[in-house]
């Protein structure tokens, strides 16, 4: 954290952040030009002076930070008293085939904004009431599930694209993702838990690009079809995961999470979220009771 600015302030601070990593940042070296390596490397205290330097003054102290959510607004919500906005749920991301062909229609007969989100999905914005009953007769003749019909783990679950476009992948993620989810959520039914909320992220190699590294549940791709497990990130992605298990073929995933969705049904506190559940009794002694005895 370096500081708290004002909305006027917002273009010079970024444009004094970019000449730091510009002059300062390792640019022979791609793996390494990142301003993070910067932040490691000289510390929070010189960017700061740095950056107050370029700019002319300081930034005023840190504000406290508290996150309310960690999801879009799927679905028809209130843009305003004459309008609405509809977020739609792409799962994946994969914005092709039978998907891409309803957006491109919806597009095109109704003439909306917009807006595409961190959490791959797409918002319809700037809709009249009239075109509510439109644009979900478009999305279901060309078999667009709409958000509240998706089982909840698949309406809260990212990928990254992974094999076959990145070329630091190590093994699958966006095209496997439904196929992980729904042995997932087969395991969660079974358990009684299977209309509870838990955010998943997947990544084809250890670089994290879907953010699985502060998610509920994260799997982070080793070699082909092997994964690593992470738990306990928060429902607010405001608390790192810590490495249940390692090398767990793609499938066997679901039935390694088995003994530890049933504990979380049975042990939980009321309202308390999965992840939440992982953290407070501890990502090792949930290994220690449930992995190592297995083995």
């Given at each position: 954290v370096i500081?708290?600015i004002?909305?006027?302030?917002c273009?010079?601070v970024a444009?004094?952040?970019?000449?730091?990593?510009?002059?300062y940042g390792?640019?022979?070296?791609r793996?390494?030009a990142r301003l993070?390596?910067?932040?490691?490397e000289?510390?929070?205290?010189w960017?700061?002076?740095?950056l107050s330097a370029?700019?002319?003054?300081r930034?005023?102290?840190?504000?406290?930070?508290?996150?309310?959510?960690?999801?879009?607004?799927?679905g028809?919500?209130?843009?305003?008293?004459?309008?609405?906005?509809f977020?739609?749920?792409?799962?994946?991301?994969?914005?092709?085939?039978a998907?891409?062909?309803?957006?491109?229609e919806?597009?095109?007969?109704l003439?909306p904004?917009l807006r595409?989100t961190?959490?791959?999905n797409l918002?319809?914005?700037?809709?009249?009431?009239?075109a509510?009953?439109?644009?979900?007769g478009i999305?279901?003749r060309?078999?667009?599930a709409l958000?509240?019909?998706?089982?909840?783990?698949?309406?809260?679950?990212?990928a990254?694209?992974?094999?076959?476009?990145c070329?630091?992948a190590?093994?699958?993620?966006?095209?496997v993702?439904?196929d992980?989810?729904?042995?997932?959520?087969?395991?969660?039914?079974a358990?009684?838990v299977?209309?509870?909320r838990?955010?998943?992220?997947m990544?084809?190699?250890p670089n994290?690009?879907a953010?699985p590294?502060?998610?509920e549940?994260?799997?982070v791709g080793?070699?082909?079809?092997?994964?690593?497990?992470?738990l306990?990130?928060?429902p607010?992605?405001t608390?790192?995961?810590?490495l249940y298990?390692?090398?767990i073929?793609l499938d066997?995933?679901g039935?390694?999470?088995?003994?530890?969705?049933?504990a979380?049904?049975?042990?939980?506190?009321?309202g308390?979220?999965f992840?939440?559940?992982?953290h407070?009794?501890?990502v090792?002694?949930?290994?220690a009771?449930f992995?190592e005895a297995?083995?």
């Amino acid at each position: 954290v370096i500081g708290f600015i004002r909305p006027e302030h917002c273009l010079d601070v970024a444009r004094a952040a970019v000449s730091i990593h510009r002059d300062y940042g390792d640019r022979s070296n791609r793996r390494h030009a990142r301003l993070k390596y910067i932040l490691a490397e000289r510390g929070v205290e010189w960017f700061r002076e740095e950056l107050s330097a370029r700019l002319g003054f300081r930034p005023d102290p840190p504000r406290p930070l508290a996150w309310e959510r960690h999801e879009d607004w799927l679905g028809w919500r209130r843009q305003d008293a004459q309008r609405w906005f509809f977020g739609l749920r792409v799962v994946s991301g994969r914005l092709a085939g039978a998907v891409l062909d309803g957006v491109a229609e919806a597009v095109e007969t109704l003439q909306p904004q917009l807006r595409i989100t961190p959490q791959q999905n797409l918002l319809f914005t700037g809709l009249s009431e009239d075109a509510r009953p439109v644009l979900e007769g478009i999305l279901r003749r060309h078999g667009i599930a709409l958000p509240g019909e998706l089982p909840p783990l698949l309406r809260h679950s990212m990928a990254c694209p992974a094999l076959p476009t990145c070329g630091l992948a190590l093994t699958d993620s966006e095209r496997v993702l439904p196929d992980a989810v729904a042995s997932i959520q087969q395991e969660a039914a079974a358990a009684g838990v299977g209309q509870e909320r838990i955010h998943l992220r997947m990544t084809g190699c250890p670089n994290g690009c879907a953010r699985p590294y502060t998610a509920e549940i994260g799997l982070v791709g080793q070699s082909p079809k092997l994964y690593s497990i992470y738990l306990g990130g928060s429902p607010l992605a405001t608390r790192l995961a810590q490495l249940y298990s390692h090398n767990i073929p793609l499938d066997k995933i679901g039935a390694t999470l088995r003994p530890l969705l049933r504990a979380w049904a049975a042990e939980r506190a009321a309202g308390e979220a999965f992840g939440d559940y992982c953290h407070r009794v501890g990502v090792d002694a949930l290994r220690a009771r449930f992995q190592e005895a297995a083995s």
